[in-house]
């Protein structure tokens, strides 16, 4: 997806509480090659405030709710898209706990502007090792 060498550029981890959680429809890489990958640490679905995603070949470039469609799945799934598809989570409307751990990738030339931002936010983290594909 990224096409050449890449680097870990963001981990965060998400837990939404019980009635919260619920994000507008937005693109983590807006105009950026970027690879996210959310892995989930429980069971997750529309009740507990899964993510939802607009398919590729339906985003028209506005972020339309009526085209989105709610990921589920079990521990352990791990759901990789462009950070460029249009997602956000939805409301734990259950209570139960859906703890995730987001993952986001970038080409290797994108570091400066990345390192630029980290400093902004005071995130630390090693991001120094660049993953060549095979």
């Known amino acids: 997806m990224l096409g050449g060498p890449f680097f870990l550029s963001q981990v965060e981890g998400r837990e939404p509480l019980p009635g919260g959680g619920h994000q507008p429809?937005?693109?983590?890489?807006?105009?950026?090659k970027a690879v996210a990958a959310l892995v989930f640490l429980d069971a997750y679905g529309p009740d507990n405030g899964s993510t939802?995603?607009?398919?590729?070949?339906l985003d028209r470039g506005a972020s339309d709710e009526t085209l989105s469609l709610v990921t589920a799945g079990e521990a352990g799934?791990?759901?990789?898209?462009?950070?460029?598809l249009p997602h956000g989570a939805t409301c734990n409307r259950s209570g139960a706990r859906r703890r995730s751990l987001l993952l986001s990738f970038m080409?290797?030339?994108d570091r400066a502007s990345i390192e630029a931002c980290r400093a902004v936010r005071n995130v630390r983290m090693d991001t120094s090792e660049v993953f060549i594909p095979s």
Do not use: Y
Not at 25 to 30: P, Q, T
Not at 77 to 84: K, N, P, Q, Y
């Open 25 to 32: 429809l937005h693109r983590d890489g807006a105009g950026m």
């Open 77 to 84: 799934d791990i759901l990789v898209f462009d950070a460029d």
């Open 52 to 57: 939802r995603v607009v398919p590729r070949h």
């Open 107 to 109: 080409p290797a030339g």
